[in-house]
């Protein structure tokens, strides 16, 4: 009769032991320190921005036709009202000294309202989604690459702007002076970018997108004193004007150009309802920053939700 034969239980030997223990070891071995959400915020919004301008590199007719279509409005316009009577536009040497502000606040202001354009484009092209789904720190530095992008490039075309105006016999103001049209275009470019990007995710498409652009466009331009001052507007149009962004960062950068000797509270604007400073005017365009950025906010947290 043949006997069962059982199997040798394994004796537990320092062998047998020591993968627990080494697992054990790998269960408990401390992570990494990961980067900090701030230098991935960075890096995210570094990225995104360089690949708007790759794409400008690629396409410069933006960056082109924003810099010709100002220089024609300075040019024919400055031509058409040549032969105005001196001290007709107030303290301007010629009517393309008085444009020359008016120019620089429209450029700035076209570039700005174009921002919402290429984020419309990547939603109705996919890539969009393709950024909400990846694993970025933050959904905003979608937002701010655009932003950082629009505003380079507006900067960008109003320094050429402001040359050609200076090569025109137009002058320039003094260095002090020029930081601070440099801050009147940032903070225009700021809000209005805001609002157009507020745009790009609340509008269904690209051609709502640019109906919106083509309707405000125009209207916000003649309905400021980029082209005529206030005095020669109908009392309405100047309660409108005077309700309108733009004249608070035209009237101090035509200031600033006429005067050497400026500060804060220097006049710059009469208004229908008082006098509005230098200072004020800045006041008021910050505040229409905090209102357009706030504004947005709602609305982008939805869409990245």
């Given at each position: 009769?043949?006997?069962?034969?059982?199997?040798?239980?394994?004796?537990?030997?320092?062998?047998?032991?020591?993968?627990?223990?080494?697992?054990?070891?790998?269960?408990?071995?401390?992570?990494?320190?990961?980067?900090?959400?701030?230098?991935?915020?960075?890096?995210?919004?570094?990225?995104?921005?360089?690949?708007?301008?790759?794409?400008?590199?690629?396409?410069?007719?933006?960056?082109?036709?924003?810099?010709?279509?100002?220089?024609?409005?300075?040019?024919?316009f400055g031509a058409l009202f040549q032969?105005?009577?001196?001290?007709?536009?107030?303290?301007?040497?010629?009517?393309?000294?008085?444009?020359?502000?008016?120019?620089?606040?429209?450029?700035?202001?076209?570039?700005?309202?174009?921002?919402?354009?290429?984020?419309?484009?990547?939603?109705?092209?996919?890539?969009?989604?393709?950024?909400?789904?990846?694993?970025?720190?933050?959904?905003?530095?979608?937002?701010?690459?655009?932003?950082?992008?629009?505003?380079?490039?507006?900067?960008?075309?109003?320094?050429?702007?402001?040359?050609?105006?200076?090569?025109?016999?137009?002058?320039?103001?003094?260095?002090?002076?020029?930081?601070?049209?440099?801050?009147?275009?940032?903070?225009?470019?700021?809000?209005?970018?805001?609002?157009?990007?507020?745009?790009?995710?609340?509008?269904?498409?690209?051609?709502?997108?640019?109906?919106?652009?083509?309707?405000?466009?125009?209207?916000?331009?003649?309905?400021?004193?980029?082209?005529?001052?206030?005095?020669?507007?109908?009392?309405?149009?100047?309660?409108?004007?005077?309700?309108?962004?733009?004249?608070?960062?035209?009237?101090?950068?035509?200031?600033?150009?006429?005067?050497?000797?400026?500060?804060?509270?220097?006049?710059?604007?009469?208004?229908?309802?008082?006098?509005?400073?230098?200072?004020?005017?800045?006041?008021?365009?910050?505040?229409?920053?905090?209102?357009?950025?706030?504004?947005?906010?709602?609305?982008?947290?939805?869409?990245?939700?």
């Amino acid at each position: 009769m043949s006997r069962s034969v059982t199997p040798p239980k394994p004796s537990l030997t320092s062998e047998n032991t020591a993968l627990p223990s080494q697992a054990v070891g790998l269960a408990t071995k401390p992570a990494l320190p990961q980067t900090s959400t701030l230098s991935d915020f960075i890096q995210e919004t570094l990225a995104l921005t360089r690949r708007l301008f790759i794409q400008l590199q690629r396409r410069p007719s933006t960056l082109i036709a924003g810099i010709i279509q100002p220089l024609m409005w300075l040019v024919l316009f400055g031509a058409l009202f040549q032969n105005v009577p001196q001290g007709l536009f107030g303290d301007s040497q010629s009517y393309g000294q008085f444009l020359g502000a008016g120019i620089i606040v429209f450029t700035a202001f076209g570039g700005a309202l174009n921002a919402g354009l290429p984020v419309m484009f990547d939603r109705e092209f996919g890539f969009l989604n393709r950024l909400l789904v990846a694993p970025l720190a933050s959904r905003f530095s979608i937002v701010v690459a655009s932003a950082i992008f629009i505003t380079t490039l507006s900067l960008i075309q109003t320094a050429v702007i402001v040359s050609a105006i200076a090569f025109l016999g137009a002058g320039l103001p003094n260095l002090l002076g020029l930081g601070v049209v440099t801050l009147i275009v940032f903070a225009l470019v700021l809000g209005v970018t805001g609002l157009s990007l507020g745009l790009a995710f609340a509008l269904p498409g690209h051609v709502e997108l640019i109906a919106v652009i083509f309707v405000t466009n125009l209207p916000l331009l003649f309905a400021s004193t980029a082209l005529a001052p206030l005095s020669f507007m109908p009392h309405w149009l100047q309660v409108v004007a005077t309700l309108n962004p733009l004249s608070y960062a035209i009237e101090p950068i035509r200031y600033l150009y006429l005067h050497n000797d400026w500060a804060l509270s220097s006049i710059v604007m009469q208004a229908p309802w008082g006098s509005v400073s230098l200072g004020g005017a800045l006041l008021v365009l910050f505040a229409f920053d905090l209102v357009a950025l706030l504004s947005i906010q709602p609305l982008l947290r939805r869409t990245f939700a």
